[in-house]
Structures are given as structure tokens and as C-alpha cells.
């Protein structure tokens, strides 16, 4: 099973995860160019899955459960760096803000998180909660970060929302 995760800024690479019996999920690239060949991004026997590449393409943010639940963590995409964990208690779902400045994720029991980077690739130690709503399964955030779109799980969602039009005249019909 393979599964697109992402695609760099430049159009040039996708991220993709890979189920394997012995590794499980794991994040794979490849360049998008006649007879590349894919390379894992992360070849560990953990679960990696939620990965985004940064506005610049220098960094990819992802979910691993290689702490023993999944947490947030950002990694070069070139080079050999050890991956930096974000979350603290916690975390999938990772997000950048379109200027890259930050990244946001959902926490257990529905808290969106914001991590600051505070000057090119240093990240801010603290994440803090933006906001709450135990629901929450996936977030993206307008280009400002100020508004969020956000899909609630589907034992969330209430019966639809009906609109009635006209309901003066319906009123004066009624027996």
C-alpha cells in the first residue's frame, strides 16, 4: 500500500508512505522526474505517517510513534540530522503557516498547538495550545493562521443543518 503524503514547493519531489509488515508506515520520497528511483525518508521499524514539507522545502514535519505514541517531529529533508520532536505530550496532524514561521498540530483530546520558529530552522522549545475542541481530527490553517478549516470526527457531526426559506408564508399556511 502506498499512500501520497505531500509534494515539495518546486513540484519536484512527493513524499509518500509505504506499509511494510516489518516496518510498518514509513515515509518515502521521490523525485518526480523519468525513472527515479523512491528512497526511504525515514527507514525505522516506528510508524510515520502526516508528513509535510516546509513552504521552502528545506524541512519535513511528520507523526512518528517511535516514543511509543505519536508525536510531532521536523526533520532536514537533505542530510542526515536526527529528527527534532515538537510535540510534548503528543501530536499528528503537523501543518507550516504558508510564510513558514510556524507549525501547527493537533494534540490529544482536540488541542491545536503552534510551535514558533524563531530564526531559520530553530524551533521554538514550547509549543502552546491555540485552541480546543475534542473533536478534531485534522486542521489547515488559512494563510495568516488566524482562521482554521477543520474536520471533526465523524461521531461529531450532528444532523444536518436545515434552512428554511420563506417560512413567514409557510407560517400563515398552516391549519
Not at 528512497?39 to 521552502?56: C, L, Q, V
Request: glycine residues 6%; hydrophobic residues 40%.
Amino acid at each position: 500500500m502506498e499512500e501520497p503524503q505531500d509534494v515539495s514547493p518546486d513540484g519536484n519531489t512527493l513524499l509518500f508512505l509505504e506499509y511494510s509488515r516489518s516496518t510498518g508506515l514509513d515515509l518515502w520520497s521521490l523525485a518526480l522526474q523519468k525513472g527515479a528511483k523512491a528512497r526511504p525518508f525515514s527507514p525505522a521499524p516506528f510508524n510515520e505517517t502526516d508528513a509535510r514539507f516546509s513552504p521552502d522545502g528545506r524541512w519535513i514535519a511528520y507523526a512518528s510513534d517511535v516514543s511509543g505514541r505519536f508525536e510531532v517531529y521536523v526533520r532536514r529533508f537533505e542530510g542526515a540530522d536526527a529528527p527534532l520532536r515538537l510535540s510534548r505530550d503528543g501530536g499528528t496532524n503537523p501543518v507550516w503557516r504558508r510564510d513558514g514561521r510556524v507549525l501547527y498540530f493537533v494534540a490529544p483530546g482536540g488541542r491545536v498547538m503552534s510551535v514558533a520558529i524563531n530564526a531559520p530552522a530553530l524551533f521554538d522549545a514550547e509549543p502552546r495550545m491555540l485552541f480546543r475542541a475534542p473533536e478534531i481530527e485534522e486542521i489547515e490553517p488559512a494563510p495568516d493562521g488566524k482562521r482554521f478549516l477543520v474536520r471533526l470526527a465523524d461521531s461529531a457531526r450532528e444532523a444536518p443543518l436545515r434552512l428554511m426559506l420563506n417560512w413567514p408564508a409557510r407560517l400563515r399556511q398552516s391549519p
